[in-house]
Each structure stands twice: as structure tokens, then as C-alpha cells.
């Protein structure tokens, strides 16, 4: 997260797991990270957890592209989270593996909104971390 103070960048946070099991994400575009993640926070009641970071010259178009994309749409979850506040951005996913396909598709489409050339994801989980994060098994 250090590295990416002050940069545009498109965000992938853990919102929420449910009693299932299922974990509710949130994709998002900011300049300040460590604040974006203060008021999430607060938002929903509950501690964040910062995912992935893809730094991305017009983070906002990009993420506007992957709230609209069909590849992500399916995940739309609009319920009120923690009893305190839904969102538009948010996203239910129910394992691992969906995780990865919208952080793959994330992957394939960002050099259309940025200019650098750079490796664009700046923290990269180990799988093992993510299970744990997700607290959840294939």
C-alpha cells in the first residue's frame, strides 16, 4: 500500500464474509488508499481488507469499464451490508476461483485505461494469504 500512496489505482477489498462462506468485494478507483480504506471502514462497519491494487493512469474510466462489464456484472451483490449500507460497487463472490477469474479479466483489460508499462498489479497476495483472506476452500 506504500507504494501506491498518491497514485491512481483501482482497488479490489474484502467487505464482508458471510455465514456461508460467500465473501462479499468491492471494486473501487482512488488516489488515496490508505483514506479510501479509512471511510470503507467506517462505511460498512466492519475492518477492511485490501485484496489487490492495480495502479492505472484513468482509474476511473477503468473502473466505470468494470462495474459495466458482463464478466463482473454476474457478481452484483446490492444488499445491505453489516446492517449499515449497500453499494453499487460491491460484489458476491462464493470461492477462490471466482476471485481469480475477475482479477485475470482485471489483468487483460487494463492497458486499455493506462499508460504504464510496468508490472500494474502492486500487491499480489500469495494464494495461500488469499485463503485465508477468503477463509475459504475450492
Avoid at 479509512?38 to 482509474?59: G, H, P, R
Avoid at 489483468?107 to 483472506?133: M, Y
Amino acid at each position: 500500500i506504500e507504494m501506491s500512496k498518491n497514485k491512481n489505482l483501482v482497488y479490489v477489498c474484502k467487505i464482508q464474509q458471510l455465514d456461508n462462506g460467500n465473501t462479499i468485494i468491492k471494486i473501487g478507483d482512488t488516489s488515496d488508499i490508505e483514506s479510501r480504506m479509512k471511510a470503507l471502514n467506517s462505511k460498512f462497519a466492519c475492518k477492511v481488507i485490501v485484496l489487490d491494487i492495480f495502479l492505472c493512469d484513468n482509474s476511473y474510466r477503468f473502473e466505470q469499464f468494470l462495474h459495466n462489464s458482463p464478466e463482473i456484472v454476474k457478481y452484483k451483490y446490492t444488499n445491505v451490508i453489516n446492517n449499515m449500507s449497500s453499494s453499487t460497487e460491491t460484489y458476491l463472490i462464493n470461492n477462490y476461483k471466482q476471485y481469480d477469474k475477475i482479477v485475470r479479466f482485471i489483468n487483460d483489460n487494463i492497458l486499455k485505461f493506462t499508460k504504464i508499462l510496468c508490472k500494474t498489479r502492486v500487491l499480489k497476495q500469495t494464494w495461500e494469504t488469499r485463503l485465508v483472506c477468503f477463509s475459504m476452500i475450492d
